[in-house]
């Protein structure tokens, strides 16, 4: 007689038990929340204006060699990235056809950026520079041989 | 074409530096002993229009854009060890001025474009030029540009072959030689067209108003 109340509260127990069961299959699947962050955006570009668009970056954080974030820009040439610690951040952009960009973003202890480090930017004054350079080099050494055969026939 | 730095393995770039080494002291030893103080001159006039043409950008399709290389111009004007070594020179300034290239991977972009570059122009226009000078030197050049390119993309290319993370990521330039070879090589079959035609102009005029010996 008492057995059936027993059943009863069995079969209870064996749905609960499938309920949690499926609870877990949950973890299969993927969550999502939306939170607003201030990110670090690098915007890209080619030497006449236009975005290198969809090229792939590896963003690698302070002392490590595993990639923090890797993808690609977006349709407008750009990376945005949300540093969890400060320190030297390193943003690798490489290009199909071998040109890139690594960029040292110092990170500060309230995780904005306080310093960034690329390459030296081409401008005309740089390009005069390196002109100015390859002419004085080539006077120098035409000084320092004039005085060498000077020295050997005085 | 030059590789920047970042994105090549140190095994690669420090045995590149192993063999420009000797080539580059070999090249000092061949300039300071054939050189004379005329001469000097006109070397340093024509590496710095070299390094002034690579700084000269042409829009690719695609988005990117290209530059001449310049060292065809040194090449067929001075031989091709002081080439490599002008050439190396303009490397250098070009990646601490301009950011273009790099000084870790300076020895493979020296030998690349500056060492193979010269040599098989220099080696096409020996062998040309008494057919028709102007034509070999057009060739010389457009062939040395897209040498020197094939290599660049190789030496890209091998780059995922060097090392990868725990997740699987190339450490360094992720593309592989089926993609560089098209997308490095393409274009400088175009660009090496130019840079031959205004090689050759500019070596018409230096030679017309070449001072006697």
Known sequence: MFCRPFKTSCRLLAALVLVAASSVAFGHSMDHDIATAEAQVLSLSHPFGQQPVFVPYQIFAPDSEVAFQNGRTDALGRISFLPDRPGRWRVVVTTE????????????????????????????????????????LAGLLILWRKRKKDDAHP | MHIPDGLIAPQVYLAAYAVAAPAWAYAVRKVAREFDD???????????????L???????????????????????????WPAFLAYS?????????????????LAINALAMGLTGAAVTV???????????????VFGVW????????????????QPLMGSDAGGQ?????FGPAVTLPVVVGPHLIIGLGEGLLTWMVLSVVERRRVPA
């Open chain 1, 97 to 136: 056809d071998g040109h890139g960009l690594e960029v040292r973003v110092r990170v500060d202890e309230a995780l904005a950026v306080a310093e960034i480090e690329g390459p030296a930017r081409g401008s005309l004054v740089n390009i005069l520079a390196g002109v100015g350079y390859l002419l004085g």
């Open chain 2, 89 to 105: 020179l303009v490397l250098v300034l070009q990646s601490l001025l301009l950011g273009a290239g790099g000084i870790t991977v």
């Open chain 2, 143 to 158: 062939l040395g540009v897209v040498v020197a390119a094939t290599l660049v993309a190789l030496v890209l290319g091998i």
């Open chain 2, 54 to 80: 690579t700084t000269v950008m042409v829009p690719l399709p695609g988005g990117t854009s290209g530059h001449l290389v310049g060292v065809g111009l040194l090449a067929l004007a001075f031989g091709i």
């Open chain 2, 123 to 137: 080696g096409v226009f020996r062998l040309l030029a008494k057919v028709h000078r102007p034509a070999a030197a």
């Open chain 2, 38 to 52: 005329a001469m000097i001159p006109r070397l340093a006039v024509l590496t710095a229009l070299a390094f002034v």
């Open chain 2, 170 to 174: 190339p450490l360094f330039f992720p």
